[in-house]
Antibody
Framework: EVQMVESGGGLVKPGGSLRLSCAASGFTFSTYTMNWVRQAPGKGLQWVSSISSTSSYIYYADSVKGRFTISRDNAKNSLYLQLNSLRAEDTAVYYC??????????????WGQGTLVTVSS | DIQMTQSPSSLSASVGDRVTITCRASQGISNYLAWFQQKPGKAPKSLIYAASSLQSGVPSKFSGSGSGTDFTLTISSLQPEDFATYYCQQYNNYPRTFGQGTKVEIK
């Protein structure tokens, strides 16, 4: 069974840092692109970042570029998101999601349960 | 960036109703369109991929159609467990973008 479990969320002051982790199991982690998607309280879904299987390709949303860093450790079946220079508008539940190739493109059928990041003084 | 616009933003419907939600892309995305269902406090659940393919395990009352810029999600007979928020997402290119969501409420 495909499973992803996020951790590392919490309360942090504006300007602070946090590192999120996503522990994956039930599939060959090293062969899939992994993604972070966030959802501010009461708001919609926002894609944050993606990293290819060998870390060769990395993409960020403009709103986090230069502040967030995505990485992975295939030996540990783990995905990470380093959050720096945090702002109040980064407050959200952060989800880890796995790609799946549908024969034409890659979509996200598998999601973790999310971890809440709250940025407040 | 490709903008995804859903309509309506919310709707009220009764059990047994047929419900249709539309999603429009600001530029053509072929059929690289997914639909998700989300209930409060839960992660999104995949319903449809490639615009019209049903995710494994999802009941056939859900269907999707469209290509290019205009897409629809239809629920053929609304049941109590279907009251939720629905999102479309394009995966034609980066940045991946979602619609703003459609909240389906009980009438």
């Amino acid at each position: 069974e495909v499973q992803m479990v996020e951790s590392g969320g919490g309360l942090v002051k504006p300007g602070g840092s946090l590192r999120l982790s996503c522990a994956a199991s039930g599939f060959t982690f090293s062969t899939y692109t992994m993604n972070w998607v966030r959802q501010a309280p009461g708001k919609g879904l926002q894609w944050v970042s993606s990293i290819s299987s060998t870390s060769s390709y990395i993409y960020y949303a403009d709103s986090v570029k230069g502040r967030f860093t995505i990485s992975r450790d295939n030996a540990k079946n783990s995905l990470y998101l380093q959050l720096n220079s945090l702002r109040a508008e980064d407050t959200a539940v952060y989800y880890c999601a796995r790609d799946y190739y549908d024969g034409g493109g890659y979509y996200y059928p598998y999601w973790g349960q999310g971890t809440l990041v709250t940025v407040s003084s | 960036d490709i903008q995804m616009t859903q309509s309506p933003s919310s709707l009220s419907a009764s059990v047994g109703d047929r419900v249709t939600i539309t999603c429009r892309a600001s530029q053509g995305i072929s059929n690289y369109l997914a639909w998700f269902q989300q209930k409060p406090g839960k992660a999104p659940k995949s319903l449809i991929y490639a615009a019209s393919s049903l995710q494994s395990g999802v009941p056939s009352k859900f269907s999707g159609s469209g290509s290019g810029t205009d897409f629809t999600l239809t629920i053929s007979s609304l049941q109590p467990e279907d009251f939720a928020t629905y999102y479309c997402q394009q995966y034609n290119n980066y940045p991946r973008t979602f619609g703003q969501g459609t909240k389906v409420e009980i009438k």
